[in-house]
Every structure is written in structure tokens, then in C-alpha cells.
């Protein structure tokens, strides 16, 4: 089983500023298959990217993922309000399909 | 537009089994693996179980393996998740999701296991 380990645990911005989430993996993920999600109280998931990289549909472009192998890291050019959220990195590359343990952004 | 809407959650005691279903629109479901990702209060996200288009292929969370059986309908455009031999630890809002890349999760039930 892959774990996937998010740093840091919480993360104090103020809005306009950059955040940078990371999330390693126990051993290589397969074909960069790696998503990141956001997910504010009593809501669904919703998706970031996937594939390490490739924004979902309607996401803002100020939403950037990079990184292969082991590291990942999720970029926030300029905060907005509404980002302050909890967010997830998760493996699809092999089963079983693991989630990190999340990396609350919250407003300083 | 896609739709998941889950259903069958509830209140059970421990040792009991419940099967929760999710009605899929919007999208040819035939094509998607789909998956079933639960969430205990206050906690993260858990991955469950995933099954692939056909129906033949499923994998499991360790924590659920033996217990927990996913399945699918095509015809009725519809996921499942039997529980049975229920705990208290699988207390949870439980998701039925699309496949990773297209982003569409369900709202969610919740599931209490509690004597």
C-alpha cells in the first residue's frame, strides 16, 4: 500500500499570498497518478487535478499541481477567500487507492 | 449534468449488515469505474472499494476486505456497497465518486454504527 504523508499538517496564509501544499508518497506513483481535492465543511470533495498536473474542468488557473515519482506539490498563486479549505492529495495509480491526511489552510 | 445520489444509510446496531446504493445520470455509466470513499467525523478522506467497468475487477480497502462487497448494475445505472459484520469504526458519511479524472461525487450518506 502507497502512503501518501501531506506537509505541513496546517498551513496560516493571508489571502493574496502563495501556499504551497506537498504530499510524498511511500514509494513511486504510477503514471503521475496523483489528484489533489478541496473540501470545505458539510461538502463533498471536489477536484483539483489530476494526473499531477492537468486542472479539473472550471478550476482557476491560480490552482497549479506539479511533481512525479514520490514528491507532489499542490501551488496557490494568489489566496482567495473562498480557498481557505481542507485540502487532499489522493493515488490512483495502484490499489488500494489512498488518500493523504489533509492539509488545513486556514486564514491568518 | 452528472448526478450521483446515494442512498441506504442509517442508523444500525454492530454485527448488522446494510447495503447502500447510488443512482448515477447525466453520463453513459457503463464506461466509468466507480468507487465508494467514506469520511468519519471530523476525520479524512478513506478510499473503500472500486470496481471497474464490467463489473469483474474490484479492489478493497484492508479495512473492509471480507466484509464489504461492491457491485454494479449497468442496466439500472446504479453502484453498490453490501456491509456487513458492521463496527463502530465504519461510522462514516460514505461518497459514491466517478472515476478520479472526472471529478463527480455524490453528496454523500451517513452511516452510524452504534448499540
Known amino acids: 500500500e502507497i502512503v501518501l504523508t501531506q506537509s505541513p499538517g496546517t498551513l496560516s496564509l493571508s489571502p493574496g499570498e502563495r501556499a504551497t501544499l506537498s504530499c510524498r508518497a511511500s514509494q513511486s506513483v504510477s503514471s503521475s497518478s496523483l489528484a489533489w481535492y478541496q473540501q470545505t465543511p458539510g461538502q463533498a470533495p471536489r477536484l483539483l487535478i489530476y494526473?499531477?498536473?492537468s486542472r479539473a474542468t472550471g478550476i482557476p488557473d491560480r490552482f497549479s499541481g506539479s511533481g512525479s515519482g514520490t514528491d507532489f506539490t499542490l501551488t496557490i498563486s494568489r489566496l482567495e477567500p473562498e480557498d481557505f479549505a481542507v485540502y487532499y492529495c489522493q493515488q490512483y495509480g495502484s490499489a488500494p487507492y489512498t488518500f493523504g491526511q489533509g492539509t488545513k489552510l486556514e486564514i491568518k | 449534468q452528472v448526478q450521483l445520489v446515494e442512498s441506504g444509510g442509517g442508523v444500525v446496531q454492530p454485527g448488522t449488515s446494510l447495503r447502500l446504493s447510488c443512482a448515477a445520470s447525466g453520463f453513459t455509466f457503463s464506461n466509468y469505474g466507480m468507487h465508494w470513499v467514506r469520511q468519519a467525523p471530523g476525520k479524512g478522506l478513506e478510499w473503500v472499494a472500486a470496481?471497474?467497468?464490467?463489473?469483474?475487477?474490484?479492489s478493497y480497502a484492508d479495512s473492509v476486505k471480507g466484509r464489504f462487497t461492491i457491485s454494479r448494475d449497468n442496466s439500472k445505472n446504479t453502484l453498490y456497497l453490501q456491509m456487513n459484520s458492521l463496527r463502530a469504526e465504519d461510522t462514516a458519511v460514505y461518497y459514491c465518486a466517478s472515476q478520479v479524472a472526472t471529478g463527480d461525487w455524490g453528496q454523500g450518506t451517513l452511516v452510524t454504527v452504534s448499540s
Open positions: 470496481i471497474w467497468r464490467d463489473g469483474n475487477t474490484k
Open positions: 494526473g499531477a498536473s
